[in-house]
């Protein structure tokens, strides 16, 4: 789903405070909601993933796919986001990419 409601940060990259994901149980579910340019996409499936280091190497992919077919042809500023989220809706990491060509 697609909604125009995400705010940008002014950074380059920027990671929130972690804590860690805590048990021995069943792997976490984490929700990657993507940004651009102030359009959302909420991830209403997620993904499983066993604890915060492979959650920020999931981000930065995601971030990195996000623009990988834009900044090429783009003439004009573009900011990106990536926020995940937690089973319990809590937000566990925000990352931003903005894109700023001066000619």
Partial sequence: MRTPECNHY???RRLEPLEEVAGSGPMPRFYFHTCQDGLLEHDETGTEL???????????????????DVLPSTRKKKDFSVEVHDEQGRRVLKTDLIFDRDQ
Wanted: charged letters at 20%.
């Fill in 10 to 12: 002014v950074a380059l």
């Fill in 50 to 68: 066993p604890d915060l280091e492979a959650v920020k190497a999931a981000a930065a992919h995601s971030l990195a796919h996000l623009a990988r």
